[in-house]
T-cell receptor, first 113, second 112 residues
Framework: EAGVVQSPRYKIIEKKQPVAFWCNPI?????LYWYLQNLGQGPELLIR????????DSQLPKDRFSAERLKGVDSTLKIQPAELGDSAVYLC???????????FGPGTRLTVT | QKEVEQNSGPLSVPEGAIASLNCTYS??????FFWYRQYSGKSPELIMF????GDKEDGRFTAQLNKASQYVSLLIRDSQPSDSATYLC????????????FGTGTRLKVLA
């Protein structure tokens, strides 16, 4: 069974530029999470989807961050414009509906210069 | 008080010893508890989850949950150098929610 797929794995951009991350969850997993992880910290939830519905986006900085999961499968997280403080690893995770066990993708390491 | 607290370590144990990792949480309504292993530069990998008070064993790993004292621990028996990693504790925020709070992790070093 294929795991959670994320791309790109690494991204370097200048501040004020836009950036997008893509995630394809484990097949059959209806719940998808986007997390941000800073060095030496645990992952912090940005947004959670149940199918195509964003059920928890309270931690998403909506002035610059947006996310979509149009068909309830893969998802895109966008930052526009990026700031220096956005440099971090962006993790996607998925789980089956009604279960709590989350499985993470390899992450995208973003560097904003 | 942080919602989920872990000692950052490093916790150093000799090869073959038992490594004991601890996590405390503040929300008494939490019902789901997870341990993730994260190697440097890699993403978290789920290794154990526990929902009921008591012990849960899986191979060399044992998760222990004490809801009255609000702590969850992970024991690693016969520690190997390959167990050297950061171990993250995650707890759901409130009953019946799928919002998880992660601790900052404990770095484990198993010395050969």
């Amino acid at each position: 069974e294929a795991g959670v797929v994320q791309s790109p794995r690494y991204k370097i951009i200048e501040k004020k530029q836009p950036v997008a991350f893509w995630c394809n969850p484990i097949s059959g997993h209806n719940t998808l999470y986007w997390y941000l992880q800073n060095l030496g910290q645990g992952p912090e939830l940005l947004i959670r989807y149940e199918n195509e519905e964003a059920v928890d986006d309270s931690q998403l900085p909506k002035d610059r961050f947006s996310a979509e999961r149009l068909k309830g499968v893969d998802s895109t997280l966008k930052i526009q414009p990026a700031e220096l403080g956005d440099s971090a690893v962006y993790l996607c995770a998925s789980s089956s509906s009604g279960t709590a066990e989350q499985y993470f993708g390899p992450g995208t390491r973003l560097t904003v210069t | 008080q942080k919602e989920v607290e872990q000692n950052s370590g490093p916790l150093s144990v000799p090869e073959g010893a038992i490594a004991s990792l601890n996590c405390t949480y503040s929300d008494r309504g939490s019902q789901s508890f997870f341990w993730y292993r994260q190697y440097s530069g890699k993403s978290p990998e789920l290794i154990m989850f526990i929902y009921s008070n008591g012990d849960k064993e899986d191979g060399r790993f044992t998760a222990q949950l004490n809801k009255a004292s609000q702590y969850v621990s992970l024991l690693i028996r016969d520690s190997q150098p390959s167990d050297s990693a950061t171990y993250l504790c995650a707890v759901n925020r409130g009953p019946g929610t799928y919002k998880y709070i992660f601790g900052t992790g404990t770095r484990l070093k198993v010395l050969a």
